[in-house]
C-alpha cells in the first residue's frame, strides 16, 4: 500500500514531513537571490548577510519544530525528517556556482498529489540540490508503491531573473520553474499560483503531469512575491480563508464560489532577526490542518484564531518565533504526504 496518499489540505493527517533548522544560512548573492529575495540589495550584495543565522535563530526554530513534532507524534502522525545537511559547501553545474540555505521548508520541495510525489523545480540556484535531503523518505516512499517524479532540472541561467522589473514578475517564463508551496490542493482542483517562485511553463508541466483528472487553476495578478500559502489557506470543504491583501473578490477561485469566506485579521507580528524579513507579517496565517476539526495556528495570531474557533474548528496554539526570519509557518515547515480520505471534486 502506498505510503503517499495526499488528496487535500485537510482530510485526517497520518503521515507528515517536518523540516529541520540545523546548519540553516542565507546562501551567498546571485542572480535569483537578489530577484527573489533581496532585490532591494541588489546594488549592494555586500548589505546581504550571507552565511550562518544567528545561533538564537537556529535553536528557537529548533525548539519549535521539536513542539509541533510532539504535537503531531500525540495525534498519532507519523513524523519523518530531512537528513541534516552542510550547506556552506559549494555546488554548482556547467553555468553557475553557489552554496546552501536549509532543509527547513519541505513544503517548497516536494510536492505529494494522490499517489504520486514531485521533486519540483525550484526557482533559487541555492536550493537547486535539496531534494537530495529526501532522497531516503523518497526511497521508502517508493518502495511502498507511490509514483515518485522530479521535474526537469531548470538551468537557471542569469536570464532567468529579472531584478526589480518595471513590469512583469522576477521570474522568466523559459523552462519550468515552480516550489511546491505555490501549489495547493483542493481535490481535483489544483491551485497553481503564478509569482516570483512559479512561472507560467510551471504550471503548465503540472497539468501535462497530472493529466484530465485534475484541474490546474491559474492564480495570475494576486499575489506574486512568492508561495500561495500565505494568500489561500483552504481549513475544510466549504471554508476558506483569503488575505485581504493579496486577492481581490473578483480574483476569488471559482472552487471557493459557494464557500464561507474568512478575510484575514489583521496578523500579529512575531519579529525577525536582521533589519530584512525573509517573510511578511501574512506568515501568520500559515497554518496546518490535522484534521478538518484541528489547527495548529501561530499562538501570537489571537484574531485569526478565534474567527477559526468560531466556526467550530479547534485551534492548537504553538509557537513559531523565527517564521518570518526563515521565511516558514507550520505549512512551509510541513509536508502532509498522507491523509486518510479520497478524491473528491470540490466544485461539483
Known amino acids: 500500500m502506498s505510503l503517499v496518499n495526499a488528496h487535500n489540505e485537510w482530510d485526517p493527517l497520518e503521515e507528515m514531513i517536518v523540516g529541520v533548522a540545523e546548519n540553516a544560512r542565507v546562501p551567498s548573492p546571485d542572480p535569483g537571490l537578489f530577484a527573489l529575495d533581496y532585490c532591494e540589495h541588489h546594488e549592494s550584495p555586500d548589505e546581504i548577510p550571507s552565511g550562518p543565522y544567528d545561533q538564537k535563530v537556529v535553536t528557537e526554530a529548533h525548539e519549535d519544530l521539536e513542539a509541533f513534532v510532539e504535537l503531531l507524534q500525540g495525534e498519532g502522525v507519523t513524523v519523518r525528517r530531512p537528513d541534516v545537511t552542510d550547506h556552506a559547501k559549494p555546488f554548482g553545474t556547467p553555468d553557475w556556482q553557489t552554496d546552501g540555505e536549509y532543509n527547513y521548508c519541505p513544503r517548497d520541495v516536494i510536492l505529494p498529489v494522490g499517489q504520486t510525489i514531485i521533486e519540483t523545480p525550484m526557482a533559487l540556484r541555492s536550493r537547486f540540490f535539496e531534494p537530495f535531503a529526501y532522497k531516503n523518505i523518497l526511497l521508502d516512499y517508493f518502495k511502498s508503491g507511490a509514483k515518485w517524479i522530479s521535474a526537469p532540472k531548470p538551468r537557471l541561467l542569469d536570464d532567468t531573473y529579472h531584478v526589480r522589473p518595471e513590469t512583469g514578475l522576477p521570474l522568466a517564463n523559459l523552462e519550468p520553474v515552480f516550489d511546491a508551496a505555490n501549489v495547493m490542493r483542493v481535490g481535483k482542483d489544483i491551485l497553481y499560483l503564478v509569482s516570483c517562485s512559479g512561472n507560467e511553463l510551471g504550471g503548465q508541466w503540472l497539468q501535462q503531469i497530472l493529466g484530465d483528472e485534475y484541474r490546474v487553476n491559474f492564480i495570475r495578478g494576486a499575489y506574486e512575491g512568492t508561495h500561495i500559502d500565505t494568500t489561500i489557506m483552504v481549513v475544510r470543504p466549504g471554508l476558506v480563508v483569503l488575505n485581504p491583501e493579496r486577492i481581490r473578490e473578483d480574483q476569488i477561485p471559482p472552487v471557493f464560489k459557494n464557500w464561507d469566506i474568512i ?40 484574531p485569526l484564531i478565534k474567527e477559526i474557533e468560531k466556526r467550530g474548528v479547534t485551534v492548537a496554539p504553538l509557537k513559531m518565533r523565527q517564521a518570518r526570519t526563515l521565511s516558514g509557518g507550520f505549512h512551509c515547515v510541513s509536508v502532509d504526504v498522507r491523509r486518510r480520505g479520497s478524491l473528491e471534486d470540490y466544485s461539483s
Open 263 to 302: 478575510w484575514a485579521p489583521e496578523m500579529g507580528d512575531t519579529g525577525y532577526a536582521w533589519d530584512y524579513p525573509r517573510a511578511s507579517i501574512w506568515q501568520g496565517m500559515n497554518f496546518i490542518m490535522i484534521n478538518p476539526d484541528l489547527a495548529v495556528v501561530n499562538d501570537q495570531q489571537g
